[in-house]
Nanobody, 126 residues
Framework: QLQLVESGGGLVQPGGSLRLSCAAS????????IGWFRQAPGKEREGVSC????????NYADSVKGRFTISRDNAKNTVYLQMNSLKPEDTAIYYC???????????????????WGQGTQVTVSS
């Protein structure tokens, strides 16, 4: 069973950067599509980015395009989310999730993912 553990969250000032990590165990990460999602208090969960199984093609929500970058290190079995130019509206709990069932380009629809991490808090505030 794929297990995912997020880390790297914290408090950062607007305009700052953070790198989130999603470490996998149980299976080789490359056979899974991995997505990053976030949920702010009182709001619905939002898909942020994803990286496809195999090819590693990526997809981003419009709200983070040009600021966030998703990447995968197969040797470390870890997916990263580099977040730059952070804004207060990026404040949320960030989750990574995986699925072996998405073929081709991944999507940021949380309903397509069936293995979830516990989340890491990101707070952007001065």
């Amino acid at each position: 069973q794929l297990q995912l553990v997020e880390s790297g969250g914290g408090l950062v000032q607007p305009g700052g950067s953070l790198r989130l990590s999603c470490a996998a165990s149980g299976f080789t990460l490359g056979v899974y599509a991995i997505g990053w999602f976030r949920q702010a208090p009182g709001k619905e969960r939002e898909g942020v980015s994803c990286i496809s199984r195999g090819s590693g093609s990526t997809n981003y929500a419009d709200s983070v395009k040009g600021r966030f970058t998703i990447s995968r290190d197969n040797a470390k079995n870890t997916v990263y989310l580099q977040m730059n130019s952070l804004k207060p509206e990026d404040t949320a709990i960030y989750y990574c999730a995986g699925t072996a069932h998405l073929i081709g380009l991944c999507v940021t629809d949380g309903k397509k993912y069936d293995h979830w991490g516990q989340g890491t808090q990101v707070t952007v505030s001065s």
